[in-house]
């Protein structure tokens, strides 16, 4: 069974740092793109960044650019996203999702972890 | 940046009703359009990939159109699982952009 969990959101103050991880299993990780989806409270879903299977390729959303970094690590079938400077607007939940190759998909989503940033 | 604007905002529906949402985007996107059903404290879930195909394990009361700019998301037959929101995706140049969202509520 594919299964993708998020860990790592809490609490944090305006300009500060958090890292999530994102365990996977069922599949083949390193053969896969890997996605970094957040949706702040009450609005609606914002793609934040992805990575290539073997990392090689990184994009991300204009609003995280220099501050977010999303990374991989294959042998240990996991996902990260390395968050610094963060602001009240990246106050969200932080899905993990598998796929996000260019003009794909992401076909399997975990239930996310809240990132509060406040003070 | 795609601009992928949704219509309705939200819509109110019974069980058993025909529901169709629409999606366009702010340039071509060829057929590179995905479909996903959000509940709250659960995890999001792809529907329908590339415009018109059903994701495996989605009921077929769901299914997809549209190429270009135009594309619609239609439920046969609403069913009281899935009352949710439904946000329409594009993946043909980054950032990958989403739409605002559908949200489908009981009448």
């Known amino acids: 069974e594919v299964q993708v969990v998020e860990s790592g959101g809490g609490l944090v103050q305006p300009g500060g740092s958090l890292r999530l991880s994102c365990a996977a299993s069922?599949?083949?990780?390193?053969?896969?793109?890997m996605t970094w989806v957040r949706q702040a409270p009450g609005k609606g879903l914002e793609w934040v960044a992805n990575i290539k299977d073997d990392g090689s390729e990184k994009y991300y959303v204009d609003s995280v650019t220099g501050r977010f970094t999303i990374s991989r690590d294959n042998a240990k079938n996991s996902l990260y996203l390395e968050m610094n400077s963060l602001r009240a607007e990246d106050t969200a939940v932080y899905y993990c999702?598998?796929?996000?190759?260019?003009?794909?998909?992401?076909?399997?989503w975990g239930q996310g972890t809240l990132v509060t940033v406040s003070s | 940046d795609i601009q992928m604007t949704q219509s309705p905002s939200s819509l109110s529906a019974s069980v058993g009703d025909r529901v169709t949402i629409t999606c366009r985007a702010s340039q071509s996107i060829s057929n590179y359009l995905n479909w996903y059903q959000l509940k709250p404290g659960k995890a999001p879930r792809l529907l329908i990939y590339a415009a018109s195909s059903l994701q495996s394990g989605v009921p077929s009361r769901f299914s997809g159109s549209g190429s270009g700019t135009d594309f619609t998301l239609t439920i046969s037959s609403l069913q009281p699982e899935d009352f949710a929101t439904y946000y329409c995706q594009q993946s043909y140049r980054t950032p990958w952009t989403f739409g605002q969202g559908t949200k489908v509520e009981i009448k």
């Open positions: 069922g599949f083949t990780f390193s053969s896969y793109w």
């Open positions: 999702a598998r796929g996000g190759a260019p003009r794909g998909r992401e076909d399997y």
